[in-house]
């Protein structure tokens, strides 16, 4: 099993920033992308994800704010939030996917509140 531990979030004036982080504990060798989703109301995206290889990608509208970053000797993965705008209002969750026992597998965390003031 892998479990999932996001923090970081809070409210933050527009043009602030923050960081997520999220801890991985479990099987953690299992796993081959993590990424950050946001979803507000009628709505989950994809915010950011990267690769057990260090690729990543992001939605086009957090590129270039937004940075998602990876340490695995901690088992951690990071997203620095910079320039927030009031849209970027969203309970974020941590995922993680991977192979366990020939079986694709997905993980979510317990999200962490962004709040954006105008």
């Known amino acids: 099993q892998v479990r999932l531990v996001e923090s970081g979030g809070g409210l933050v004036q527009a043009g602030g920033s923050l960081r997520l982080s999220c801890a991985a504990s479990g099987s953690i060798s299992s796993i081959n992308t993590m990424g950050w989703y946001r979803q507000a109301p009628g709505r989950r995206e994809l915010v950011a994800s990267i690769t057990s290889g260090g690729k990543t990608n992001s939605a086009d509208s957090v590129k270039g704010r937004f940075i998602i970053s990876r340490d695995s000797a901690k088992n951690m993965v990071y997203m620095q939030m910079n320039s927030l705008k009031p849209e970027d209002t969203a309970l974020y969750y941590c995922?993680?996917?991977?192979?366990?026992?020939?079986?694709?597998?997905?993980?979510w965390g317990q999200g962490t509140q962004v709040t954006v003031s105008s």
């Open positions: 995922n993680a996917k991977g192979i366990m026992g020939g079986m694709l597998y997905e993980r």
